[in-house]
């Protein structure tokens, strides 16, 4: 257990359907991490919150939101879906400085 | 800006062979740190090594190695006597740290599938 949790593992849903996926950090870190990994393609950043502060943005789709929440869970909202959409969605999370990430095992979304 | 390259798409070895990943990494910045990162057909990502700029020590880890030159800017991954176990996505990723935050930028990944 790396500490991250991110639920659901799993979820199949229709085109044109809006779903949320939810993030737990590991205890005591600030910033959250939001990658999306389609077939066969590498680690896309989607977005970073830190402290409830949206700190970067990455490659995402005007159809996709999210936020960090006061206890600092995050929630990264995916409207419209797509059959493209289809992919492993994974939070991380990290201290402040350094020290690389902290992923969580994964959403898988397959969109139908 | 920075960036990370796994030139490597695939990799087949047979079992007990040993096999060298590389990455080589661009940036500007003196301070930075390094990563290596695991992952199974199972999908989750699993952490396997941090390096920081300033430590350029090689380190051993059982069968893993890692090879870190600045000079070349590369931070190869070595596996010795490789293991069907071993068979994965490896990804090395690179991360700096701008206003207090981080950035890490993750190469495509080299794809290792070891032969019974």
């Known amino acids: 257990d790396s500490g991250v949790t991110q639920t659901p593992k799993h979820l199949i849903t229709a085109t044109g359907q809006r779903v949320t996926l939810r993030c737990s950090p590991r205890s005591g870190d600030l910033s959250v991490y939001w990658y999306q990994q389609s077939l066969d393609q590498g680690l896309q950043f989607l977005i970073q919150?830190?402290?409830?502060?949206?700190?970067a943005k990455g490659n995402i789709l005007e159809r996709f939101s999210a936020q960090q929440f006061p206890d600092l869970h995050s929630e990264l909202n995916l409207s419209s879906l797509e059959l493209g959409d289809s992919a492993l969605y994974f939070c991380a999370s990290s201290i402040q400085t350094g020290g690389g990430y902290t992923f969580g095992s994964g959403t898988r979304l397959t969109v139908v | 800006a920075q960036k990370v390259t796994q030139a490597q798409t695939e990799i087949s070895v047979v079992e007990k062979e040993d096999v060298t990943l590389d990455c080589v990494y661009e940036?500007?910045?003196?301070?930075?740190?390094l990563f290596w990162y695991k992952q199974p057909p199972s999908g989750e990502l699993v952490f396997l090594i941090r390096?920081?700029?300033?430590?350029?020590q090689n380190e051993i880890s059982g069968r893993y190695s890692w090879n870190f030159q600045k000079s070349t800017s590369s931070f190869n991954f070595t596996i010795t006597a490789s293991q069907v176990v071993d068979s994965a996505v490896y990804f090395c990723a690179l991360s700096e740290t701008y206003g207090g935050y981080q950035k890490v930028t993750f190469g495509t990944g080299t794809k290792l599938q070891v032969i019974p």
């Open positions: 919150y830190y402290n409830g502060e949206e700190r």
């Open positions: 390096r920081n700029s300033f430590d350029e």
């Open positions: 940036t500007r910045d003196t301070t930075y740190y």
